[in-house]
């Protein structure tokens, strides 16, 4: 196994996100390779994650996070709910720096291990607050306030679009990570299907897109549930 640090694994990640259209610079590389090691460092003392081989971390944590940049706008304002230990979050800052990002989970040792991610890496408009998601909505700094929420396997996609919908602009749009079982997640939405593709959900109705992929190694299966509010 290739050490974090090593020009090896460098290498294999910068061809293996070449190989997904995505495009990594040495200095996205070395910032990326900082955040892993610290990632690993850290989770001797905190549960941050069950993936601790470096070629694993390169393609589930780092990579996987990393798809989303083809559908965020430049320049938006990003809410990570459920964040951990900072996917994809983390990721996403480092390869598109002009994102302001907000950074949420409830355990405030991993948002403590977030911080100072943040400040080693010297990331700007980027910070880390510990909340329960279930919070956020009456919150006057959050609700209505983000351009994309999104999360990576945090809670079911239904639970999860209650708890987006009200922190995203009217013109804002939800992205939920999910993996290869995502068409039970769903039918599981079919009660309040309204139209095509359009589920209401409590009081509103979104527009749902998914888009697959295949992570490059592994060749396992993902999915990306994109819900925007529909307004017809």
Do not use: C
Request: net charge neutral; proline share 4%.
């Amino acid at each position: 196994m290739d050490n974090i640090n090593s020009i090896n694994w460098k290498k294999n990640l910068e061809t293996r996100a070449g190989s997904i259209g995505i495009n990594l610079d040495n200095h996205l590389i070395d910032q990326i390779a900082i955040f892993a090691s610290e990632l690993i460092d850290s989770n001797k003392k905190v549960n941050l994650t069950a993936i601790t081989d470096a070629e694993e971390i390169a393609e589930k944590h780092i990579l996987d996070s990393l798809i989303p940049s083809k559908y965020i706008p430049a320049n938006a304002s990003v809410i990570d709910l459920g964040t951990g230990g900072g996917f994809p979050g983390i990721p996403l800052k480092i390869f598109m720096p002009s994102l302001s990002f907000s950074l949420v989970d409830s355990s405030r040792k991993k948002i403590n291990f977030l911080k100072y991610v943040i400040r080693i890496l010297n990331l700007q408009t980027i910070f880390a607050y510990q909340f329960r998601v279930e919070e956020l909505s009456i919150h006057p700094d959050f609700a209505g306030q983000f351009d994309v929420v999104i999360s990576r396997a945090f809670t079911s996609l239904e639970r999860f679009l209650v708890l987006a919908a009200p922190l995203i602009k009217p013109e804002g749009f939800i992205i939920a990570m999910k993996g290869k079982e995502v068409q039970k997640e769903l039918d599981a939405l079919d009660a309040a299907k309204t139209g095509i593709n359009v589920y209401k959900i409590n009081d509103r109705k979104f527009k749902l897109q998914v888009e697959k992929y295949r992570l490059p190694v592994s060749g396992d299966d993902r999915s990306l549930v994109i819900a925007r509010n529909h307004f017809l």
